[in-house]
């Protein structure tokens, strides 16, 4: 399950609660220009016992790797070790455009970065000496902590690569099943590695309607460059194409052929976009679930 749009903390741990009541494994969390996802959900591991939770994802370049390092295996500890660390590189237009930093070797930046941050994360002292990053003997005591999972945002070749290489795996957003088969999984060339699918959906009989809004939600992930090529690989117009809408019969078949594309975890976006649709689509959700 994931978590997105004007929400309160409150909302998140109702949400949360709603979702482990409905027997489902994960929440994540996206890191925009609201809460911080890691500090929101240290919160709600506290609140809510079971479920597994996920930053989906949380920006690399204004946070030092050895900083984010320290924050998430903090939400790590105090979660009883249920806490992924998903990372992404956001955006030139954020990074560059709208906080001023240097966006032209991204694929560099990741790999540095992760350099740096893997060993943090599976609990071990780091040195390393790059470009953009000088770390001596770095080592991290938080009681509690045990290795945590990363994964990274990663849709184009060179970030497949680091990501299979690096980390544990990698985080998708506007990544169809075609896509997902023929591109990202074989990408990542790592048969171990943890894929998660986010993929907005809704169960519905008003197919036309909920498109129709949901293209309007999700306008801008078709004119972000990374997306819209993911959007042009799967050859899709738009988001609102890509978003899994229909009865209970075409969800479980769209859902079939995310696992049969690799998808090791199905991160499901509720768009709640008619009156009763999330929790109808809950509810949907909780009884694949446990049949």
Known sequence: MGATGSTTIEDLVLM???TEAAGLDQVWL???????AISVLTIVGREVPRIRLGT????TY??????IAQQALTAAAATENRFTLGIGLSHKLVIEDMLGLSYQKPAKHMTEYLKVLMPLARREPVTFKGEEFVVNGWNLDIPGAKAMPVVVAALGPRMLKVAGELADGTNTWMVGPKTMKNHIVPGLGNQNATVVGGVPMILTKKIDEAREQIAKDLVMYGQLPSYRAMLDREGVTGPADIACV?????LRGQIRRYEDAGVTDLNIAIMDVEQGGYARTLEFLSSIKSA
Do not use: L, M, Q, W
Request: aromatic fraction near 12%.
């Open 16 to 18: 949360a609660k709603e």
């Open 30 to 36: 996206a890191n925009i220009f609201s809460f911080d």
């Open 56 to 59: 989906a994802v949380t920006p």
């Open 62 to 67: 204004p946070r030092h790797p050895t900083a």
């Open 246 to 250: 229909g009865d209970e019969n075409y």
